[in-house]
């Protein structure tokens, strides 16, 4: 459903967490939020800018990049197509692929700083195809609409059922690659033990976001775009491990990985559960009966 | 030694993130929610119409008129001025005002206007520009930021454009 004028010249638009990136440069220069809504909660508008900053920053806190994999619903609708398919019919992706995210991060966050306009959401968003879509009544929105689509359909449905991975999330994200640079300050990561690493490339063949490249493997690391799902872990026969940074690795995993575990679902119930509880109060406002 | 220190300080940080997850929905949201919003934040101009130059009271509504906006450098709004009249509930059902938009005395613009039963419907009617320094538009009509006729809450919203030659 498009967003009416109405709501967004009265402040009712509610926050969206991947515009973040695109405020700084607005932000720094003149203090202001280039996105409609409020910058404190109303009744209409319980998300507002000041609430889902907030948040954002609490759960990067604790989580880092793991938002993507623990709290970004836009992930999860890419991550269930891959979930169809019992296999990969594309198992070979450029590994130089991983770069354009960081570009795309750095084209949005330019051109939002100039035009004063959040760049991604108008123009690149694949899910605004489902979600905010704009109501098409001109040549511009009917070209916006295309690419939305186009998008959506490429990178969220296709790719992801014909290599099984989350190929938005790891190839055109520009919010995941700004997320990456938490990855940097927290404490939780991810490391394999070289000692007993038989380079089977399991853990690579298995994550979601090409996070893992063989030479990463051999330090023993992933790469700093690893959303900490675990899915390296679960599949690894030998020694991958829950870590913590300064630590010895595979000193306690099993302790890192719950004292990680707890607080990232402690987040994600958080998160989730207050929108899906502003989803049912929606649906049941528009219940016919009432 | 220093590599117990290490991993004694490494798996206590750990378990403070387990106590923040845990006071973020109770307290922790509201601290980070207050310091952003005491940052000096403002939504955008071109959302939110800017600040309000001055409001003329009416037979039991008011008109609130705003600083006329004006772009950054490159941002693709067109500058506008915008007018509130509000309450929606105190309005007749025809409004006509001629307005003055940048307090000189002078009468700048005729906003008249329909104001529908369903406070989701747009409003009809028109602005007639009564200088050069704004642009004249009717509604139902094509509807931007810089030139729109809506209610929004509790206010029918008018923002009027400002010819080319008022741009900064």
């Keep these: ?290 | 030694m220093r590599v117990r220190i290490v991993a004694v300080l490494a798996y206590a940080c750990a378990a403070v993130t387990l106590v923040v997850a845990a006071c973020v929905p109770f307290v922790l949201m509201g601290v980070f929610t207050r310091t952003v919003a005491h940052a000096g934040l403002h939504v955008d101009a071109a959302y939110t119409g800017g600040t309000v130059a001055r409001t003329l009271a009416r037979n039991g509504y008011q008109v609130v008129v705003y600083q006329p906006f004006q772009p950054h450098a490159l941002q693709q709004v067109d500058p506008f001025v915008q007018i509130a009249f509000k309450p929606v509930a105190a309005l007749p059902d025809h409004v006509t005002e001629e307005i003055d938009l940048d307090g000189d005395g002078q009468a700048d613009v005729r906003v008249s206007f329909h104001v529908p039963a369903d406070r989701h419907a747009r409003p009809a009617g028109s602005v007639v520009a009564l200088n050069g320094k704004y642009a004249s538009f009717t509604m139902p009509g094509d509807s931007s930021f810089s030139r729109l006729m809506v209610q929004s809450d509790d206010a029918v919203v008018v923002r009027v454009p400002l010819n080319g030659a008022q741009r900064r």
């Design chain 1, 1 to 290: 459903m498009s967003i009416p004028i109405e709501r967004m010249v009265s402040g009712d638009t509610p926050f969206c967490y991947m515009v973040i990136p695109m405020l700084i440069v607005p932000a720094a220069l003149t203090r202001a939020v280039i996105f409609p809504g409020s910058i404190l909660p109303t009744a209409n508008n319980p998300h507002s800018i000041a609430v889902m900053i907030g948040i954002w920053l609490a759960m990067t806190l604790v989580v880092g990049k793991a938002w993507c994999s623990y709290i970004c619903f836009f992930g999860g609708i890419e991550e269930g197509f891959a979930a169809i398919p019992k296999r990969a019919k594309i198992r070979r992706l450029d590994p130089r692929l991983r770069l354009i995210p960081w570009a795309i991060l750095l084209f949005v966050v330019v051109l939002s700083g100039a035009l004063f306009e959040p760049v991604y959401c108008m123009w690149l968003c694949p899910f605004k195809a489902v979600t905010e879509y704009p109501a098409v009544h001109s040549v511009e929105t009917a070209i916006q609409m295309g690419i939305f689509i186009s998008l959506f359909a490429g990178l969220v449905v296709a790719l992801p059922f014909l290599t099984k991975k989350r190929t938005q999330c790891a190839y055109f994200c520009p919010f995941g690659a700004f997320q990456s640079l938490f990855n940097k300050i927290n404490l939780f990561e991810i490391r394999f033990d070289r000692e007993k690493c038989v380079d089977c490339t399991l853990c690579q063949t298995s994550c979601p976001t090409m996070a893992l490249s063989a030479e990463s493997i051999r330090e023993g690391r992933t790469l700093m775009n690893c959303m900490k799902c675990g899915a390296c872990v679960d599949s690894c026969k030998k020694d991958a491990v829950w870590h913590l940074k300064g630590t010895k690795v595979a000193l306690q995993p099993e302790r890192a990985r719950l004292l990680f575990l707890y607080g990232a679902w402690a987040m994600a119930t958080m998160f989730g559960g207050s929108i899906l509880a502003n989803s049912l109060a929606t649906m049941l406002h528009w219940l016919p009966w009432k």
